[in-house]
């Protein structure tokens, strides 16, 4: 834990996922936890090769793409494609050893949803992300968070409910956050496309006309 560290500068948000493709599930609760965090930026970071699922369906030029547009006018979200370049399996603790060697003592705040935080126990060397990150986890609709007992103890030694601790120090800390609930999955759109169904307004309009315009995920090529 880097609790004791003195701190320089607003944190960074890290939202990391496999995009297969980006949605507003994503999106809009990015972009509200960096406007109430204060937030210097939020990241969205592609995975390579994920860990912990099979290899997403579109490619990984193909999903930064599809993130590109989706940040097009909003200035809070960037999009960092470190994972992408290094390839290989994109273990999150690795990134953020890279991050922490780039940004010094800035606190980081590697942002998760409920499903994702429930799996944590069994991401490469978990141990280590505390020593790099705090963790922010966003509740998602149908994913109750029944915690089991050693990622419970855990987190119970961790949690804090003011988002203003997060600012105190580098990393170390766990926090809860509420953000506007949308039940989106990447994998419920890729299955309507793939049914000849429309997944317009589940994702940004720029989003969806790439989608069409490559014909991705199974997207009728006339
Ligand atoms: N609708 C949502 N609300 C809150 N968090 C979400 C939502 N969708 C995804 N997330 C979180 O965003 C991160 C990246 O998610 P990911 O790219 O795997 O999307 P997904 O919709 O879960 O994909 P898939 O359906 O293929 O599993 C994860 O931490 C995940 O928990
Ligand atoms: O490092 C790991 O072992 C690890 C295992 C599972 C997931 N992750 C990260 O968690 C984030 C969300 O994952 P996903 O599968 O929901 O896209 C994404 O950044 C993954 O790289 C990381």
Do not use: N
Not at 83 to 92: A, D, F, I, M, V
Not at 106 to 134: I, K, M
Not at 181 to 192: F, H, Y
Request: glycine share 10%; proline share 7%.
């Amino acid at each position: 834990m880097r609790r004791d560290t003195a701190v320089h500068g607003a944190p960074i948000g890290l939202l990391g996922g496999t995009f297969d493709p980006v949605h507003h599930g994503h999106l809009r609760p990015a972009i509200e936890l960096q406007e109430r965090l204060g937030l210097a930026e939020m990241r969205l970071v592609p995975g390579h090769v994920p860990p912990h699922r099979r290899p997403p369906r579109a490619d990984s030029e193909q999903r930064l793409r599809l993130l590109q547009y989706a940040v097009v006018g909003a200035p809070g979200l960037v999009v960092d494609a470190r994972e992408l370049r290094r390839g290989g399996y994109s273990y999150t603790v690795a990134t953020l050893y890279e991050l922490r060697a780039e940004l010094g003592s800035r606190p980081l705040c590697f942002v998760l949803g409920s499903d994702a935080f429930l799996g944590l126990a069994s991401w490469y060397r978990w141990r280590d992300l505390e020593t790099l990150a705090h963790l922010v986890v966003m509740r998602r609709p149908g994913h109750a968070l029944r915690l089991g007992d050693e990622l419970a103890e855990w987190t119970a030694a961790r949690q804090v409910l003011d988002p203003a601790a997060l600012r105190g120090c580098s990393s170390g800390l766990i926090l809860f956050q509420e953000t506007t609930p949308l039940d989106i999955s990447a994998s419920r759109i890729r299955r309507l496309i793939a049914q000849g169904r429309s997944a317009r307004y589940l994702v940004p309009d720029l989003v969806w006309g790439c989608i069409a315009k490559e014909g991705l995920y199974g997207y009728p090529q006339i």
